[in-house]
C-alpha cells in the first residue's frame, strides 16, 4: 500500500490478556517508530527501529511492552498481562533514510481497549 | 516530564480569520519543530516544520514563527477555514541520535463557516 498500514484497527480484551499490534510501514522507509496516544493528548513515544535492531526503546513504559522487526519490514508491539491502562491508540510511523528531513508518517492506529 | 507545552487546549475562530497555536520547550537540545494535524480517526500528518536557524517559515496559509532566545514557537492558520477543523500538535526533535518527536498535548481547532 502506500500508506503506512496498521492492524487491527480496534481491539477489544480484557485485563490479563496477551494483544499483538502490526504495523506495516511504507516500503523503503527504515526507519519505524510506535507511538502511543491516550484520549486528548499527544503521540507519547515508545520505540524506534532503524532496520531490524531496537535503535531506542526508552519509551516503553515497562516490561509488559515489547515491539520487534524482524525482517527490518513489518513491526509487532506486543504486550503482555493488559491492564485497563494500557487503553489507548496505538500508533506506528515510518520514515525513510537516516538523514531524512524528520517527517514521520503515521499509520491510523489500532485503538485497544482493555475491559 | 512535559517537555512541549502547547496551548491553548481549544480554540473556535469564526471562517477567514486567524487562529494561533502557541508552544514552549525547555530542552536547548531540540533542532526540529514540526506541526502535525490529525483528523478524527486518522494519523497525524506533517503540516509544515521548522529548524531553529529561522524565525519564520511560510506556507501557503501556515506560517511558524519562532523564537529561540524564548524557546517558543507558534503556528499560524491565515483566512481559517471550516476544513481546518482538526487537532493541531507541536512537535520538538533532539539531535544526535535519538530521532523521535515529542509531542505536545494538542490544540482542537473548530473553525465555524
Known amino acids: 500500500g502506500a500508506g503506512v498500514s496498521q492492524t487491527p484497527s480496534n481491539k477489544v480484551t480484557e485485563k490479563g490478556k496477551y494483544v499483538e499490534l502490526r504495523c506495516d510501514p511504507i516500503s523503503g522507509h527504515t526507519a519505524l517508530y510506535w507511538y502511543r496516544q491516550s484520549l486528548g493528548q499527544g503521540p507519547e513515544f515508545l520505540i524506534y527501529?532503524?532496520?531490524?535492531?531496537?535503535?531506542?526503546d526508552s519509551g516503553l513504559p515497562n516490561d509488559r511492552f515489547f515491539a520487534v522487526r524482524p525482517e527490518g519490514s513489518v513491526s509487532t508491539l506486543k504486550i503482555q498481562r493488559t491492564e485497563r491502562g494500557d487503553s489507548a491508540v496505538y500508533l506506528c510511523?515510518?520514515?525513510?533514510?537516516?538523514?531524512?528531513?524528520?517527517?514521520?508518517?503515521f499509520g491510523e492506529g489500532s485503538r485497544l481497549t482493555v475491559l | 516530564q512535559q517537555q512541549v507545552k502547547q496551548s491553548p487546549q481549544s480554540l473556535i475562530v469564526q471562517k477567514g480569520g486567524i487562529s494561533i497555536i502557541n508552544c514552549a520547550y525547555e530542552?536547548?537540545?531540540?533542532?526540529?519543530f514540526p506541526w502535525y494535524q490529525q483528523f478524527p480517526g486518522k494519523g497525524p500528518a506533517l503540516l509544515i516544520a521548522?529548524?531553529?536557524?529561522?524565525s519564520e517559515k511560510k506556507e501557503g496559509r501556515f506560517t511558524i514563527s519562532f523564537n529561540k532566545s524564548a524557546k517558543q514557537f507558534s503556528l499560524h492558520i491565515m483566512d481559517s477555514q471550516p476544513g481546518d477543523s482538526a487537532t493541531y500538535f507541536c512537535?520538538?526533535?533532539?539531535?544526535?541520535?535519538?530521532?523521535?518527536?515529542?509531542f505536545g498535548s494538542g490544540t482542537q481547532l473548530t473553525v465555524l463557516p
Open positions: 510511523a515510518s520514515s525513510p533514510t537516516w538523514g531524512n528531513t524528520g517527517e514521520l508518517f
Open positions: 521548522i529548524r531553529p536557524d529561522v
Open positions: 530542552n536547548t537540545a531540540f533542532d526540529y
Open positions: 527501529f532503524q532496520g531490524t535492531g531496537a535503535a531506542d
Open positions: 512537535a520538538a526533535r533532539k539531535s544526535g541520535s535519538a530521532r523521535q518527536l515529542t
